[in-house]
């Protein structure tokens, strides 16, 4: 298959993990572009040298982006063809790149990208949780505050979650999350996808946190978190009656039992009812 290229941007995503992984374009963009913009020159070296691909790189990371981003606008405008990727996954996708995509934008540089291996898309499309609506927040901050705060402004985020962290951080991340968001939510931990150690196990956060602590090998090396996204209540399906009942009922027993009477009484499902009464808990209604 022969493919015209012409003078643009090339974004190439890179394997995450297994080499196999890397698309027929991509190998054939990297080795028709005139000059390759990589994140890590010894990286993208060996994964050329995987693929006999002989070709000219020059270094673009986060301390050179800005000045490398003019040279390489520079070379576009000549009529070159250049290709962006970093050290695995899609550039951009935190990593360096966006610097020099908007500058093209600027100067009415094409910019071309092609499909290929993400992390965050790999881990979600195994994870089992059924939500068309999801956001990716990248990286967790590493600071506890800033951290938990941005945990905290998550909490009703009704889209599933997806984070990167690193195995440093993982367990401080799910506490936060148990005592942020909630500590019945389902997480799915994807770590090393498409590598030989490759896992993803998802269970309700206290599960994970004490699944995690159980081996260190379960949050060895990369990690994707994803988490199921906030949901509503179901509160309309409750009847002003039962609400009736559950509050008169509340004034004199504890809450689980509260729920348990209303629920037999008005037969319908107790979690409906317990979810509602820990909602209205929290905002310290009851
Ligand atoms: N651009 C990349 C992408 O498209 O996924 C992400 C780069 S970011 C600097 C690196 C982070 O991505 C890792 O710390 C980890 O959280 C996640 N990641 C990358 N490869 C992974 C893998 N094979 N398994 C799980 N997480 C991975």
Redesign the pocket.
């Known amino acids: 298959m022969n493919e015209f290229y012409i003078s643009a941007l090339y974004i190439v995503?890179t394997p995450?993990?297994?080499l196999s992984d890397i698309t027929y374009r991509a190998l054939e963009t990297l080795k028709n572009v005139d000059i390759i913009a990589a994140e890590n020159i010894k990286h993208t070296t060996i994964l050329l040298k995987h693929f006999n691909i002989k070709n000219h790189l020059i270094l673009l990371n986060k301390d050179n982006e800005n000045k490398q981003s003019a040279h390489l606008v520079q070379e576009l405008k000549k009529g070159k063809k250049i290709a962006l990727v970093?050290?695995?996954?899609?550039?951009?996708?935190?990593?360096p790149g966006s610097i020099l995509i908007k500058k093209c934008h600027f100067f009415n540089i094409k910019v071309i990208p092609l499909p290929g291996?993400?992390?965050?898309?790999?881990?979600l499309s195994a994870s089992g949780i059924i939500n068309n609506r999801f956001c990716y927040e990248?990286?967790l901050p590493s600071k506890k505050k800033s951290r938990c705060d941005l945990l905290y402004s998550l909490k009703e985020e009704t889209r599933t979650i997806i984070?990167?962290?690193?195995k440093y951080r993982i367990i401080e991340s799910i506490q936060d999350i148990i005592e942020q968001i909630d500590e019945n939510r389902h997480i799915v931990i994807?770590?090393?996808?498409?590598?030989k150690w490759?896992s993803i196990h998802g269970a309700k956060a206290t599960l994970i946190l004490q699944w995690l602590k159980e081996d260190e090998y379960r949050y060895k090396?990369?990690?994707?978190?994803i988490i199921d996204g906030f949901k509503k209540l179901k509160t309309k399906s409750l009847s002003t009656k039962t609400l009736q009942t559950f509050s008169m009922l509340r004034k004199f027993l504890s809450l689980k039992t509260s729920v348990l009477m209303t629920s037999k009484i008005h037969k319908i499902n107790k979690n409906n009812l317990y979810q509602y009464a820990i909602k209205k808990k929290s905002d310290k209604i009851i």
């Open positions: 995503p995450i993990g297994n970093s050290n695995a996954g899609t550039p951009i996708i935190n990593d291996p993400c992390a965050a898309i790999t881990a990248g990286f984070f990167y962290e690193s994807a770590r090393e996808i498409t590598k490759e090396g990369e990690i994707v978190i």
